[in-house]
Structure formats: structure tokens, C-alpha cells
């Protein structure tokens, strides 16, 4: 105070974080008493209400040091914790993006891997079919072969019986169409024994449907409503065979 023009730069440069605890103790005497108020010095002098209020603030500060500094060395010790702790979380995280990466490879070849299980699934299933339909070529063929053979003998009887199969044919659709059904199968019987005295070949199964009919025709006959006895039946055969030959017609 004797040197007013420092005076008040050595206040606002008073190492306040340095007060000894000895200074404390002395300045708490002046502090706890009642008279050294900021209003009560200002009764006397401004001046040392300033001083007043600044010897409190440090007191106030020093106070509050107390308590903040632990706290300040806490807190050092926590970040320096949590700087050690972030160290460790970034290695863990390091090595936790290297797994998912792994991870993701492994989903990748997974998928891919999968993909090229599906295709030979379907290629495998594809060629069982293959194989199931190859068999039942082989066997169908292997059938058709005796259908072709007796196919054969077939055509080479029909040869055979040709000419009295069409005479047979011939007669029954110019004469016969105006009879009853037995009728027709007395009349077809003196006929074979007619070619039998003359020693022409005939099937001796003659049935008209098997030598005029068409058996596609006769289907859709059945479905459009004609009855599926062998009379409606000869005479739809007849009727249309009328049509697509009428000089066997007997005018």
C-alpha cells in the first residue's frame, strides 16, 4: 500500500493459488469478524472496501481451492484413465472391425458358395429327371417294340385279307344300312361263308368301325351326343362314309 501505483497490479497479479496455510489462519481472524463487512468499511473509506472485498474473495477462492483441487487431481487421474481407456477401446475396436470384416468375407463366400449349391441342386435334379424320363423311353421303346412287331403281323394280315375285307366293307355300306342290327350280322355271316366257298381271305373278326371308321370321329360323335351302341355307331360310319364315297350308294 505504500506503493499506490503497484498496488493495484500486485492485486490482480496475486498468486492467489499460492497462499500458504499459515497466511489463512492469520487472515481468519479478520474474516470472522463481524466488523470486517465491505458496508461496514465503507463507513470509513472506499478504498479499503475495495480492499475489503478483495481480502474475502481470496479467502472465498482459497476456500473453494480446497475443495475444487482434489477434484482437478480426479479428474487428471480420469482422463488420464480414460485416455489409457480409449487406447484400449481402440484396439478392441480394431479388432472388432477386423472380425465383422472376416465375418462379412466369410457371409460373402457363404452366399456365393450357396448359390453354386442351388445350381448343382437344380442340375442334379434336372438330370434325375433326365434320367427317370430316359428310362421310361427305354422301357416305352422297349414295349413299342413288341406294339411295332405285332403292328407288323397286323398290317401283314390286313394285306392278306384285303380284298374280302373290302368286299365285306363294300356290301355292308351300299345294302345293309337299312337293316336292323341282327339283321346285318346274319347277312355279314352268309357273306363269309360265301367268300369262304370261294376262297377269298377276309378277318374273320370283321367289324365295319375297324375298316371305315375313323376313331377320332367316333369320339367326337360320342361327344356331341350320339349313343355308344355299335347300331348308332355303323350307322354314323355309314352315313359319313356315304358322303365322302357316294358311288357305293346303290341309286
Do not use: H
Not at 375297324?210 to 351302341?229: A, E, H, Q, T
Amino acid at each position: 500500500m505504500n506503493n499506490p501505483a503497484n498496488f493495484v497490479s500486485s492485486l490482480k497479479t496475486y498468486k492467489k493459488d499460492d497462499i500458504k496455510e499459515a497466511t489463512l489462519k492469520k487472515l481468519k481472524k479478520f474474516v470472522d469478524d463481524e466488523r470486517f463487512q465491505p458496508d461496514n468499511i465503507a463507513r470509513f473509506s472506499a478504498a479499503a472496501k475495495s480492499v475489503c472485498m478483495w481480502v474475502r474473495a481470496m479467502d472465498t477462492y482459497s476456500k473453494v481451492l480446497k475443495i475444487v483441487t482434489p477434484l482437478k487431481e480426479k479428474l487428471a487421474i480420469a482422463e488420464k484413465d480414460a485416455v489409457i481407456a480409449d487406447a484400449a477401446l481402440k484396439e478392441k475396436m480394431d479388432e472388432l472391425t477386423k472380425v465383422r470384416n472376416k465375418i462379412a468375407a466369410l457371409n460373402a463366400s457363404f452366399r456365393e458358395n450357396q448359390l453354386i449349391l442351388e445350381d448343382l441342386t437344380k442340375k442334379k435334379e434336372m438330370i434325375e429327371i433326365k434320367l427317370v424320363r430316359a428310362d421310361k423311353l427305354t422301357g416305352g421303346l422297349a414295349s413299342e417294340s413288341t406294339r411295332w412287331v405285332q403292328a407288323v403281323k397286323n398290317l401283314e394280315a390286313d394285306e392278306y385279307n384285303l380284298i374280302g375285307n373290302m368286299m365285306l366293307a363294300a356290301g355292308y355300306q351300299s345294302y345293309i344300312g337299312v337293316f336292323t342290327n341282327t339283321f346285318r350280322k346274319a347277312t355279314i355271316t352268309e357273306w363269309m361263308e360265301l367268300l369262304k366257298k370261294k376262297k377269298i381271305p377276309f378277318d374273320k373278326g370283321f367289324e365295319i368301325r375297324n375298316i371305315l371308321g375313323d376313331p377320332v370321329s367316333i369320339r367326337n360323335w360320342g361327344i356331341k351326343g350320339l349313343p355308344g351302341d355299335d347300331l348308332s355307331v355303323e350307322n354314323g360310319i355309314i352315313c359319313m362314309a356315304a358322303q365322302r364315297w357316294p358311288l357305293l350308294i346303290d341309286p
